[in-house]
Nanobody, 122 residues
Framework: QVQLVESGGGLVQPGGSLRLSCRAS????????MGWYRQAPGKSRELVGS???????NFADSVKGRFTISRDNTDYTVALQMNNLEPEDTAVYYC????????????????WGQGTQVTVSS
C-alpha cells in the first residue's frame, strides 16, 4: 500500500502565496514522477506541475512563472510553491506520484492523495 498525505491548503487573497506539501509512505521501491493536479468545480482534473526523478519539472501554461515544484527523494516529499495566486487557481489540489513498489518491481502505477482545497478570494 502507498499513502499520500497533503497539507497546506487554505484561503488566500489574490496576489498571495501558499505552499502545498505532500509526503508519501508505504511499500515504495522507486518513485518516477511526482506532481500536482487540480480540479475546479465543474471542470476536469488538470496537471499543474510535475517533477521527474532527475529533477526536470514542467508546468501548465496557466501557472508558469508563478508556481514552482520541488521534491526530496530522501523522504518522499513533493512541494508546490504557489505565488501571485489568482481566483482562477481556486480548486482542490491533488498530490500524485508514479512509482513501483516492493510488491511489483517492474510495473509502475499512479497513486493519488485525498486532495486539499485552495481558495483564492478577497
Amino acid at each position: 500500500q502507498v499513502q499520500l498525505v497533503e497539507s497546506g491548503g487554505g484561503l488566500v487573497q489574490p496576489g498571495g502565496s501558499l505552499r502545498l506539501s505532500c509526503r508519501a509512505s508505504g511499500d515504495l521501491y522507486r518513485i518516477e514522477t511526482m506532481g500536482w493536479y487540480r480540479q475546479a468545480p465543474g471542470k476536469s482534473r488538470e496537471l499543474v506541475g510535475s517533477v521527474s526523478s532527475a529533477g526536470s519539472a514542467n508546468f501548465a501554461d496557466s501557472v508558469k512563472g508563478r508556481f514552482t515544484i520541488s521534491r526530496d527523494n530522501t523522504d518522499y516529499t513533493v512541494a508546490l510553491q504557489m505565488n501571485n495566486l489568482e481566483p482562477e487557481d481556486t480548486a482542490v489540489y491533488y498530490c500524485t506520484l508514479r512509482a513501483t513498489t516492493h510488491g511489483n518491481l517492474f510495473v509502475s502505477r499512479q497513486y493519488w492523495g485525498q486532495g486539499t482545497q485552495v481558495t483564492v478570494s478577497s
